[in-house]
């Protein structure tokens, strides 16, 4: 399932909306560290859990409820939004905050996450998984100047710890399922605002579940610079982000903004979020033959702190507490018939 999407700060044309999402214990190696909202593998990890292997997000419901929807091919139907909006511009002294990283910079993202989920087949829970991993990205900032700045990226460590409550054959398909992503490179355009501009995905590989793969990094990397006003601001001051994301389910979310500290390029916000799905299920995928899958609804509550460096795009610490709820439908062929699952999961997150 999408475990993604806590800032989304794409700012593409407008489209009214809202959006946020989830990151996980988050500790960096390098050039000091620095948390994200974690991308859980679309769906990859929660495969491993399930009765028939790998799964991956995404649908529309069915008339009959033991026959499965039709399959879609994850692509999404809206474009992500985001908008800044300042509330309270705090206190004098105050000042516009914009980035403008020093080319070279380097950094080593950690992005951890540790998801519980019941399976329950006919009401009745047949299965407890838990799922954690680790995923470690490189990131280099290449390009840089008053507008915008680029920094190249690429998945460098995946790990995927033995769970004393799953047997090792469990984590062992959970670990074939997120080998992919090493593979994965790419680039990241961001404005002086830290709103993402463009996203470059390389090597995710073809279908449902690397088009999932790559949506998760993306808006794991979205969220590594902390979203700025337009106007200047001092201590105190608040402001708002408001998304809207796809991913098989539409997220809609609010992600409101304290300053508690600013000195010089350096600053310290308190943030809350709040990201809910549309009623309506996603449309369904096919991750592969006898197998699809069926996004049903997503909520994500929660809030923290996150510290930011003006000269750096990709700097400081970031702490945060978040609650997912998230449920999707599975049906999988077996010889005997086809059996419908559904998947709860409970995802609390903590990063820094």
């Keep these: 399932a999408p475990l993604a999407c806590t800032f989304t700060p794409t700012r593409p044309e407008p489209t009214v909306g809202t959006a946020a999402s ?28 399930t009765p028939n292997g790998s799964a991956a997000p995404t649908a529309a419901p069915a008339a009959d409820p033991s026959q499965p929807p039709p399959c879609g091919d994850g692509t999404p139907k809206l474009k992500p939004h985001a908008e800044i909006k300042l509330i309270d511009a705090g206190g004098e002294p105050r000042q516009q905050l914009r980035y403008k990283p020093r080319v070279g910079t380097t950094k080593t993202l950690a992005y951890q996450l540790s998801t519980s989920m019941d399976v329950k087949q006919n009401g009745k829970t047949a299965q407890k998984a838990k799922v954690g991993f680790t995923l470690y990205i490189g990131a280099r900032v290449v390009q840089s100047d008053d507008e915008r700045s680029r920094f190249e990226f690429k998945v460098t460590k995946l790990e995927v710890p033995d769970s004393p409550d799953m047997p090792k054959s469990f984590t062992a398909g ?34 449902a579940m690397a088009a999932g793969r790559a ?136 990063s820094r």
């Design 215 to 350: 949506n998760d990094i993306r808006v794991a990397l979205e969220q590594t610079p902390n979203p700025l006003p337009e106007e200047p601001v001092g201590v105190g001051a608040k402001w708002e982000l408001a998304t809207v994301v796809d991913t098989g389910l539409v997220l809609r979310g609010r992600t409101t903004f304290e300053l508690v500290s600013l000195k010089n390029d350096r600053g310290t916000v308190r943030f809350t979020i709040d990201q809910k799905s549309d009623p309506e299920p996603g449309p369904a995928v096919c991750p592969k033959p006898g197998l699809v899958v069926q996004p049903v609804s997503w909520h994500a509550t929660g809030g923290g702190e996150r510290t930011f460096e003006l000269g750096r795009l990709i700097a400081g610490s970031y702490k945060t507490d978040l609650q997912v709820l998230n449920d999707s439908h599975i049906w999988a062929n077996t010889r005997l018939n086809k059996q419908s699952v559904t998947i709860g999961m409970a995802t609390s997150m903590s």
């Design 174 to 207: 959970v670990r074939k399922e997120l080998a992919a992503w090493k593979n994965v490179s790419g680039a990241v355009v961001v404005d002086a605002q830290g709103m993402t501009q463009d996203v470059e995905v390389k090597g995710a590989g073809k279908g």
């Design 22 to 49: 989830p990151a996980g214990d988050a500790s960096g190696e390098g050039e000091g560290s620095e948390g994200g909202n974690a991308a859980t593998p679309s769906g990859d990890a929660v495969a491993s859990a």
